[in-house]
């Protein structure tokens, strides 16, 4: 067929994106979270789904409009997040990971409101699954993108999450340069592949660097299905 040619790449296949923050509870009206915005996450589900793909976006809690066409499942924690993700993950062709997952929950979070006492509080906190990792132990024949923040030693530390995590490719966002990332509408990303391609994406809009991602995921796909 001649989808490809008419930009539609990914017709025919399911992608799967995660998005946000994850929300933690301490008690009835706090929580933790994280500086996540989901623009990247967003950006992406927007891509893959002009690239013809069936799109379901698994977002935590964002100020972002929902996009016409995609599926949007609206999780708060990573418990719940894990959960439609793994309820999922068989049917899908590419599971891009986007999401700021919490790697620690409140072990009792309360569920009255926490009254002031000593001058002092320890929060006691417990490990959140590492969904990336539980789907790379399950992989079959996905493509799997994993994303890395990191400070420093960026090459590194993405190599060994690809590595651990039985990723394909993983994009990391090098936030030691605190211009870009996060909360920003401009991004600045290298990926490194498990076939071992190492490009780096300079500064542009999210959606710029989203395309750029497809093209280097459905290259390295199609490579490997040779
Ligand atoms: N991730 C996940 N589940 C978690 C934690 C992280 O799926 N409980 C995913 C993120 O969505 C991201 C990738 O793992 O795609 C890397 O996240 P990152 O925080 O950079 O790495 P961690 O493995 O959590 O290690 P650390 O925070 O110690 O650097
Ligand atoms: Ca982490």
Do not use: C
Request: no cysteine; glycine share 6%.
């Amino acid at each position: 067929d001649d989808s490809e040619s008419k930009g539609q790449p990914l017709k025919g296949k399911n992608v799967l994106i995660s998005a946000g923050p994850t929300k933690e509870a301490v008690d009835a009206v706090r929580f933790f979270t994280n500086h996540s915005s989901g623009k990247m996450g967003y950006a992406l589900a927007e891509v893959a789904k002009q690239l013809g793909a069936s799109v379901t976006l698994v977002s935590g809690p964002v100020q972002m409009d929902p996009i016409n066409g995609v599926e949007l499942i609206q999780v708060k924690t990573a418990q719940e997040m894990y959960e439609a993700i793994l309820e999922r993950f068989d049917d899908q062709d590419m599971v891009i990971k986007a999401a700021a997952v919490a790697d620690y929950r409140p072990k009792n979070p309360s569920q009255q409101k926490l009254k002031k006492k000593s001058e002092s509080l320890v929060i006691e906190l417990e490990r959140t699954k590492d969904i990336l990792k539980t789907i790379g132990e399950k992989k079959e024949n996905q493509y799997l993108v994993g994303f890395a923040a990191e400070t420093d030693d960026v090459l590194y530390y993405g190599r060994q999450k690809l590595d651990k995590k039985n990723l394909d490719a993983i994009v990391i966002n090098d936030i030691g340069n605190l211009n870009v990332g996060f909360q920003s509408d401009d991004n600045e990303v290298q990926v490194i592949t498990k076939t071992g391609q190492e490009k780096s994406v300079t500064i542009r809009s999210k959606h710029e660097i989203a395309q750029q991602l497809f093209d280097i995921f459905i290259e390295d796909m199609m490579g490997e299905a040779k």
